[in-house]
């Protein structure tokens, strides 16, 4: 794997980085040797965070993890993305998303799946052309954190959803 580590706030140091590529590291049983890693920590007020990036053909795999020593969130994000993948190895060999980025020996292992994914509503609704920020009203208006809509700029389908800090962020489909 290759590492990508960047820091915000905070000097990435020599100790840090070992770290990070001796926890993050273990991961490598997973993935071929040219798939990178993009990791990174930042320091706010008392808050110490690791984001870790992995992106795969098709989909992209990453999580964050915050608490109040850096140690302890690169320990917390490495159990996170092996779980992740673990749950989601069925799902990519089902599709072959990415096969290419996985050893076979991970592919080929079965692991028990801890929480089975089921679809329990479906909901369905008329998506009406409209602009981001009108689309955030309507989130607020439904109490919802995510608003599916038709971007009347782009006439395509696209989300907008709540961040922290009470700020809002738009996903948008890329051909």
Do not use: W
């Amino acid at each position: 794997m290759k590492f990508i580590i960047s820091g915000k706030n905070i000097d990435v140091t020599p100790g840090l980085k070992s770290a990070v590529q001796e926890k993050i590291g273990k991961l490598e049983k997973f993935f071929t040797p040219e798939t990178e890693v993009h990791v990174t920590l930042s320091v706010e007020k008392e808050r110490q965070k690791i984001e870790v990036t992995i992106p795969v053909k098709g989909t992209v795999i990453r999580s964050e993890q915050i608490s109040n020593d850096m140690y302890v969130s690169i320990d917390l994000v490495e159990e996170i993305i092996e779980r992740q993948l673990r749950k989601y190895k069925t799902k990519l060999m089902e599709k072959q998303q990415g096969g290419n980025y996985f050893k076979q020996e991970f592919l080929d292992k079965d692991y028990l799946e801890d929480d089975e994914i089921k679809i329990v509503r479906t909901k369905k609704f008329d998506i009406k052309p409209m602009y981001a920020e009108d689309a955030c009203v309507q989130m607020e208006l439904t109490g919802h954190n995510f608003f599916v809509f038709c971007n009347a700029e782009t006439d395509q389908v696209n989300v907008v959803y709540k961040r922290k800090g009470n700020t809002y962020g738009l996903i948008e489909p890329e051909y």
